[in-house]
């Protein structure tokens, strides 16, 4: 969820951040961002929009032919897509009668919510805490900017901890380094925030983005299926591609920049007592909870490894459409389960079934505004597939590129920049891909590409200006954090050092996409299609 919060508005920027340019755009973008609502009130005006756009366009008559051939599931019998006015009273009947069916059949929210029952037990018993700390303060000085970047890419697996424990902890490292602690800052901002999407695990962002891709493929192809684990390759490659860059970024560039650090400009007195480094005990329960994962996988090996492996497909016997596939996100659940479990009984954090349980809870209680975002967006998607709309302005959409030519890897990098451009004023991942997945990804579709490298396009935009908008929900967070340090910073002074990474990673990123999709034809994920060829 992104939060508009304003309380920075008034902070005092440079004389060149007042002159500069960029500043001047970074105010525009954050002016428009402001005007916009809260995600929720947004998606609950969309569905007012679209009600109101239904009757009007139902009145017109407003068509298209469709593109795919006679027989198809779906098609009309006379070969044209009506838009379906939903403003009289049978649209009214429908929208009443599935209102709750529309929220609880919405893809993401159950997926989501039994990947954070695990993450939770993990997040809670301490495991992810002490093995980001254990990661970053145990690494050389040599390497401790690329390990800050990479730890910050991995840590999205546990949801809000980047923010929380390791972008204040890497600016503690590389204050006691003698390097300046914005710089370390920037490293692990960049890589949480910034790497967003990158990942060695499959997290709950996949099963949330997969479930409104595959809503939103449903529109074209009402058979397809993406699960969470379609774009696993291509993020995992990209960890140690965006950490390369991060690193380069930080040391090259903002470093320098930087310059040597002054004490005088820190708010006060820095309290250096929180760095945390593992204790023996945290040590012995990490080996522990590491051998718990290790079992873990060795079993679901046994089941996916053998050529008769009971997970594998029934009839084919592969892998691809599998059981164990389609229940990657109970995977998920066990893999962080089981040795947060581990770890939190030989700490002691977790002593008995109530301690497991409490931290379910917990996890669940932080998702009330997500639940609630959930229900607005599962109408506003619903409705807009019963209107048809989606349809038409794909099959339009999707006519208008075939017609000026722009089909090919322009195209792709166009809706990269596009999805990177919608993030600086809606910033939550979930919120954006919502609102837009039902345009672009039967649009995209339709001209050739699977829903499948869509998303892992849209995740690059997404992905990469998340550190360069005031809309991104934890930018407060990051304010206070960089206050410590230099007391009179501003948006202004804060962005520019990120916009550094936000060009690198857009472009460094776009560059691995080309080539993995457009050059060497490489599946973005397990079973992943590259070109779309339904039609």
């Known amino acids: 969820m992104t939060s508009r919060s304003t309380e920075y508005k008034g902070a005092p920027q440079s004389g060149a951040d007042k002159k500069g340019g960029f500043t001047r755009f970074l105010d525009t973008v954050e002016w428009l961002g402001n005007l916009l609502p809260h995600p929720i009130t947004l998606f609950a005006i969309l569905c007012a929009v679209i009600l109101i756009a239904s009757g009007i366009a139902g009145y017109f008559e407003l068509s298209v032919a469709d593109p795919r051939p006679e027989g198809v599931a779906g098609r009309a019998t006379d070969g044209m897509i009506q838009v379906v006015s939903l403003l009289n009273g049978e649209g009214l009947s429908r929208i009443v009668g599935s209102l709750v069916s529309n929220f609880t059949g919405f893809a993401p ?6 990947a954070l029952l695990g993450v939770g037990i993990a997040e809670h018993s301490g495991l992810l805490s002490a093995t980001m700390r254990g990661l970053v303060m145990n690494a050389s000085k040599r390497m401790v900017t690329v390990t800050v970047v990479f730890a910050g890419i991995v840590s999205n697996t546990a949801s809000e901890l980047g923010y929380v424990v390791l972008i204040p902890l890497a600016a503690m490292i590389f204050h006691s380094l003698g390097r300046h602690p914005l710089a370390g800052l920037a490293a692990a901002f960049a890589g949480v925030s910034g790497g967003y999407s990158a990942n060695l695990l499959l997290g709950t962002v996949d099963p949330l983005l997969s479930g409104i891709t595959q809503t939103a493929a449903n529109i074209i192809d009402p058979e397809y299926v993406v699960g969470p684990e379609v774009n696993w390759y291509f993020m995992f490659v990209s960890t140690f591609v965006i950490a390369a860059l991060g690193a380069f970024v930080t040391e090259k560039i903002v470093e320098p920049k ?3 650090y002054n004490e005088a400009d820190a708010a006060g007195d820095l309290d250096m007592t929180g760095m945390g480094r593992v204790t023996p ?4 329960a990490l080996k522990g909870a590491g051998l718990a994962a290790l079992a873990v996988c060795a079993l679901l090996a046994l089941t996916i490894v053998p050529e008769n492996g009971v997970l594998r497909h029934p009839v084919t016997g592969d892998i691809a459409g599998s059981p164990f596939l389609k229940g990657i996100v109970a995977f998920i659940f066990v893999f962080f389960a089981i040795p947060g ?3 939190g009984r030989m700490i ?3 002593n008995s079934d109530r301690d497991v349980i409490d931290a379910m809870s917990k996890s669940m209680s932080s998702m009330g505004m997500y639940i609630v975002l959930v229900f607005f967006a599962a109408q506003f998607v619903a409705f807009f597939s019963w209107t048809n709309f989606g349809t038409v302005v794909a099959v339009q959409g999707a006519t208008f590129l075939q017609n000026i030519g722009l089909t090919g890897p322009m195209l792709m990098l166009c809706f990269i920049v596009l999805c990177g451009f919608i993030n600086l004023m809606l910033g939550s991942a979930s919120a954006q891909w919502a609102v837009t997945a039902p345009i672009f990804v039967p649009m995209l579709m339709l001209v050739g590409y699977s829903p499948e490298v869509i998303q892992a396009a849209y995740r690059i935009g997404d992905s990469t200006t998340n550190i360069i908008t005031p809309m991104m929900s934890y930018f407060g967070l990051i304010m206070a954090v960089a206050a410590r340090y230099k007391k009179d910073l501003g948006i202004g002074t804060l962005m520019a ?3 550094p990474y ?7 990123w776009s560059l691995l996409f080309f080539l993995w999709v457009f050059v060497f034809g490489l599946p973005v994920g397990p079973g992943a299609a590259t070109f779309y060829n339904g039609l």
Do not use: H, Q, W
């Open 497 to 499: 050092m990120m916009l």
């Open 281 to 284: 005990a945290e040590k012995r």
């Open 109 to 114: 929210l159950g997926t989501v919510l039994v």
């Open 341 to 343: 479990f581990v770890y």
């Open 258 to 260: 930087l310059g040597k």
């Open 348 to 350: 002691g954090t977790m």
């Open 502 to 508: 936000s060009i690198v990673f857009l472009l460094g």
